[in-house]
């Protein structure tokens, strides 16, 4: 089992979709993938965009 992260810094390069084409995660500019449940994407999205700038979650 990974460890759970407190904190991230990064540049998104873009969402990750499942299986059902639910935005479910991030990915990286330097490949590192941040995942979250489906049912809070929605926040995500209106909170953090691909390209745009630095991500940070404490």
Do not use: W
Not at 1 to 14: D, H
Not at 29 to 50: C, M, N, R, T, W
Request: charge should be positive.
């Amino acid at each position: 089992m990974k460890p759970m992260l407190n904190s991230i810094n990064g540049t998104i390069r873009t969402y990750l979709l499942n299986s059902e084409k639910e935005v479910d995660g991030l990915l990286l500019k330097d490949g590192k993938q941040l995942h979250y449940p489906p049912h809070i994407s929605a926040e995500f999205q209106q909170a953090v965009h691909p390209v745009v700038g630095i991500l940070r979650f404490l």
